[in-house]
């Protein structure tokens, strides 16, 4: 495997170097780093080793014991490097780039991985326990390297083995780009659960799309948002495996026949291959690696013929590539449904191919030692097989399911119902009635007319059980339909969900209250036992561990590393919050954060800012409702204050804003030109004198998050309240050390509960204050005329102060607040802000008094664990057991799952 002129120098040398005998392995037998200076080698004798096993500690492996860097495990981790390096990559170290460095580690890294993926896949064949399905059209994974390195417990073992070859390990992980799967915190939700479900060593499937560019790359350009396809597999991806034995046909359009023996035949219609790729998701040290399934659109055929017959060769390649349009892109959110043909394709074309997978691996079942045979009897399908809708994407797969059941299993009507409803659960993730899916009817019989047929006799017989409850009540009878009538006749998807499944949750306690009384509160009058709650949660793994060294080092030298597989754990800091020594090194490990992040933004925007000035941040998709424009008045006011009293004292406060405004969402994009356009006049107001800096952050993505969120000291969590339905960013802020100011909205009303008055920064109006403000008839100028403050900035803006270029810029944006009824209420919300504001400017003066409520906040972030998410759903809604991954035997066979 290995070359015969390469392998005995570097294993020859290596061993003299963990023998003393050399202190430099010489140039001729390293792989270098072009970074690196060609003939530039490293020092490796015993002190040195030994200095940086012990960096390696404090950077990232806290938890490791270091007996793992052993000569014998240093070596194997260089030959399987070298090996990928020349026989996978084909390459010399002449010729290989960073790149090329990085592919061989991460196939180095994914050797390690795969004893652990056929050991679990092996034992899942074998026990056949009930598995969970976790449907989501999103999966936004972010880099891969480092946290599968943490989870395998070999990230020392590697950096220290590059290191000996004159490789920077940080450098490596680097050049991975971001698998940008998903939009937002739907995307990145699904990719922590995944994590939790491998760390508890349950048996779970992610199953998605293999989207050939991924969340588009924002680049600014004169303060506008400019998107530039992420063309994420350009130099390929080192971590899926193809699964061609795989491949199952999805159809689309077709003719429904109904056939004598009672049952419907759907043919004749567009096959559309899937071509299933699987990822490895590996638990934390506990030989536990689950699988994430993402399928990907190809043609049946290479071309068609008859084209080529008639000469018609671009008609053949063209129709090719529309069919394998339909994992072609991710589309961007922007909380606005659109029904778009190919976003039902893109949805339709996920849940057929899941459910073809998932049956396949029902019905194959292991009865003895070698024996298999096909499971036929459905009726403990559910028993089997949880299939979790994450919000209402997937919901196809209820009409699909049962097209499946009663067409070709030949399974009676209400039999398949009970067994469809029982194996699915639904996740509400959003209270906007515009973000919330509505299928046209016509759209529907012209693509899926077989599931169209489904959906209307779903309706039938649960508008019947809805009448026979409350009988007269056709009010109750309208509301509560599958298919709305008023405008454009469509399905409503989330109707759809509820009523299939056997379980429905929101995502925080705040938000399932509100989907119970308002939302959907004809379907909790009917199902009341159908809702629960379940709070989303992070992963510790990436959000704290991998992201955050100098806190987690802090922490794991304080009270162990447990927390790590326990965030409950982070509770045994309160001990120490008014320990001196420990607040002091607190402060030390936040500052550390901080200048890390100011020398990426002197590099990346050439902008000094003060580590020592307070790191005020909102990063979120740009969207009206997360009131990132609210932020902005504030940034102005302080602007104002300063220009008005120059030689004043003000706290100093480097304020960061990032987030990708949705394509077509013109106002989003209004708002971060906005954004850029105050942050050019702050930034450049010598009268200022670098007591407020304005910084917008350009593609703000998971690798960054990664940078930014262990630096900050004040998030801005700051939606109307009763818009936002949980959040997650507000809770990767809190485990990292920071102050929270935000509304009762989301999981900010259970942070609040958990930390007090006194360690979060509340304001503004609750979600009963803003009904009762729209029953009264809200007035925004009002608040325009009465407050000063607020009306010097907006007159500012509508003037053209921030576009001199430009005067009338940004009307619309006035116009947003003063015309049209100021939707989200910025303007009542704005002097509550204001107050609250200054009390975090006076308090951020004392540094241990706000590090003290830092530590609080850390201790009491336990609850926002994934881990304990998932452990609910298992519990209360999946009823899905751990299997725990035992040593395999020595004539263990690989079986793919």
């Not at 306690?509 to 989907?515: D, E, R």
């Amino acid at each position: 495997l290995f070359l015969g002129d390469l392998r005995q120098p570097i294993n020859q040398k290596m061993s003299e170097v963990f023998r003393g005998r050399t202190k430099t392995p010489p140039p001729s037998a390293l792989v270098r780093s072009r970074s690196i200076s060609r003939g530039r080698s490293f020092s490796q004798d015993e002190e040195t080793l030994n200095k940086m096993k012990r960096e390696e500690a404090i950077n990232f492996d806290f938890i490791s014991s270091l007996e793992d860097l052993t000569e014998d495990n240093v070596r194997a981790i260089r030959d399987l490097f070298n090996r990928h390096i020349h026989c996978t990559l084909a390459k010399d170290v002449d010729v290989a780039t960073d790149r090329d460095y990085y592919l061989a580690l991460s196939y180095t890294v994914r050797d390690h991985v795969m004893s652990g993926w056929h050991k679990t896949q092996k034992q899942y064949y074998e026990k056949d326990p009930k598995r969970v399905y976790y449907l989501s059209m999103e999966f936004y994974m972010g880099r891969s390297l480092t946290n599968t390195m943490i989870n395998l417990g070999i990230r020392s073992l590697c950096s220290t083995t590059l290191y000996g070859m004159g490789l920077k390990m940080e450098e490596l992980e680097e050049v991975e780009v971001d698998a940008g799967l998903g939009n937002g915190g739907l995307g990145r939700l699904a990719a922590c659960f995944l994590d939790s479900m491998a760390t508890l060593a349950l048996p779970g499937y992610g199953y998605g799309l293999r989207y050939e560019y991924g969340i588009f790359e924002q680049r600014i350009r004169d303060g506008f948002q400019e998107e530039i396809p992420d063309d994420w597999l350009q130099f390929g991806n080192p971590w899926e495996v193809a699964r061609p034995e795989y491949i199952l046909p999805v159809q689309f359009h077709g003719d429904v026949k109904w056939l004598e023996n009672g049952r419907f035949s759907w043919d004749d219609g567009q096959i559309i291959l899937a071509v299933p790729y699987d990822t490895p998701i590996p638990g934390f040290r506990n030989d536990t690696v689950n699988t994430l399934r993402l399928w990907s659109a190809r043609s049946p055929n290479s071309f068609d013929l008859s084209y080529f017959n008639h000469g018609n060769y671009i008609k053949a390649v063209i129709d090719r590539n529309l069919a394998e349009n339909i994992t072609r892109v991710l589309y961007p959110n922007d909380n606005f449904f659109e029904g778009k043909e190919l976003r039902l394709k893109q949805e339709y074309f996920l849940v057929s191919a899941t459910l073809q997978d998932i049956i396949r691996r029902f019905k194959h079942v292991r009865t003895g030692i070698v024996d298999a045979m096909e499971r036929t009897d459905f009726s403990i399908f559910f028993k089997k097989a949880a299939i979790q809708l994450n919000d209402t994407h997937p919901s196809l797969a209820i009409p699909e399911l049962m097209r499946i059941l009663v067409d070709q299993e030949g399974i009676k009507w209400d039999s398949a119902w009970e067994i469809c409803s029982k194996a699915f659960s639904y996740t509400n993730h959003t209270i906007l009635p515009e973000a919330l899916e509505r299928w046209p009817v016509t759209l529907l019989e012209r693509v899926l007319p077989r599931h169209l047929m489904i959906i209307y006799e779903i309706n039938r017989r649960h508008l019947d059980h809805v009448t026979t409850l409350f009988p007269g009540d056709l009010d109750r009878r309208t509301r509560m339909s599958l298919i709305e009538e008023q405008g454009e006749r469509s399905v409503n998807m989330a109707h759809l969900c509820i009523v299939g499944s056997h379980a429905v949750n929101g995502v925080a306690a705040i938000h399932s209250n509100i989907i119970k009384k308002t939302t959907f509160k004809d379907f909790f009058d009917l199902w009341p036992e159908k809702f629960q709650n379940k709070t989303n949660g992070i992963t510790p793994r990436r959000w704290l561990l991998q992201c955050n060294a100098p806190l987690s080092k802090l922490i794991i030298d304080t009270i162990g590393d447990e927390w790590v597989t326990n965030l409950d754990k982070l509770s045994n800091l309160l001990e120490y919050a008014n320990n001196d020594e420990f607040i002091d090194s607190f402060i030390e490990a936040k500052l550390e954060n901080k200048r890390r992040l100011a020398r990426l933004l002197r590099k990346d925007y050439g902008i000094e800012v003060n580590p020592e000035s307070m790191f005020d941040i909102h990063v979120k998709r740009i969207h009206e409702y997360k009131r990132q424009l609210l932020n902005c008045l504030h940034v102005i006011t302080l602007y104002n204050r300063i220009k008005a009293n120059p030689r004043g004292e003000f706290t100093p406060r480097t304020v960061l804003v990032g987030g990708k405004a949705a394509p077509g969402y013109h106002t989003a994009k209004m708002i971060i030109k906005l954004i850029c356009s105050v942050a050019d006049v702050v930034n450049t107001d010598p009268d200022v004198c670098g007591r407020l800096k304005v910084i917008f952050l350009e593609n703000y993505r998971v690798s960054f998050a990664e940078k930014v969120i262990p630096a900050c000291d004040l998030s801005q969590q700051i939606s109307l309240a009763g818009t936002e339905a949980s959040g997650t960013g507000n809770m990767k802020f809190m485990i990292n050390g920071a102050l929270t100011i935000g509304t009762l909205d989301g999981a900010n009303v259970e942070m609040h509960e958990l930390v007090g008055d006194e360690n979060i920064y509340i304001f503004g109006m609750k979600v009963h204050d803003v009904e009762d403000l729209h029953a009264e008839g809200y007035k925004p100028s009002e608040f325009y005329d009465n407050n000063p403050e607020l009306k010097r900035c907006l007159d500012m803006i509508q003037s053209g102060y921030f576009s001199p270029d430009s005067k009338d810029r940004f009307h619309d944006l006035v116009d947003t607040l003063l015309v049209h009824g100021d939707r989200f209420c910025l303007l009542k919300d704005y002097e509550d802000y204001m107050r609250v504001q200054d009390i975090v400017n006076e308090e951020f003066k004392d540094k241990k008094a706000w590090a003290k409520k830092c530590i609080i906040n850390v201790a009491n972030g336990g609850f926002f664990s994934s881990d304990r998410t998932i452990q609910q759903y298992a519990t209360e809604i999946w009823n899905a057991k751990p299997v725990p991954i035992e040593r395999p035997s020595l004539d263990f066979e690989v079986i793919h799952d």
